[in-house]
């Protein structure tokens, strides 16, 4: 069998295939190149019926929008990062929306809520 008798490329479904995926949609405005779209899509295929009920809110756009995030956790992973930009025209830069060092948050518990059990001396 030959490659052009199984692969058909073309605009329109076979009747074949419409009868056995009924109501197919195809959505023009999601390219499958633009995965952040089809993401943003499919949160809001999830929660469509929650935001019509007023039980969560919704945002076409998360605070990073497509932009990629990137973490330098050392000097030279940022010294990298900057020589990677340079590399890339119309990069646009990078702009900092986090803290240098990396610490706990205040409402992190750090002991334990188990209270030590004492040591109990064995006979040798």
């Known amino acids: 069998m030959r490659a052009k008798e199984f692969i058909l490329e073309q605009k329109a479904l076979r009747?074949?295939?419409?009868?056995?995926?009924?109501?197919?949609?195809?959505?023009?405005?999601?390219?499958?190149?633009?995965?952040?779209?089809?993401?943003?899509?499919?949160?809001?295929?999830?929660?469509a019926r929650a935001i019509k009920n007023g039980e969560v809110e919704f945002n076409s756009e998360s605070?990073?929008?497509?932009?990629?995030?990137?973490?330098?956790?050392?000097?030279?992973?940022?010294?990298?990062?900057?020589?990677?930009?340079?590399?890339?025209?119309?990069?646009?830069?990078?702009?900092k929306i986090s803290t240098t060092k990396s610490e706990e948050s205040l409402d992190t518990n750090s002991r334990s809520p188990v209270a030590p059990k004492p040591l109990i001396k064995r006979r040798s």
């Open 15 to 47: 009747q074949t295939v419409k009868d056995a995926i009924p109501n197919a949609n195809v959505l023009p405005g999601f390219k499958n190149q633009d995965m952040y779209k089809q993401y943003r899509m499919g949160i809001a295929l999830a929660s």
């Open 63 to 95: 605070a990073f929008g497509e932009n990629m995030l990137v973490v330098a956790r050392t000097a030279e992973e940022e010294q990298q990062l900057d020589m990677a930009l340079s590399l890339m025209p119309n990069s646009g830069g990078r702009v």
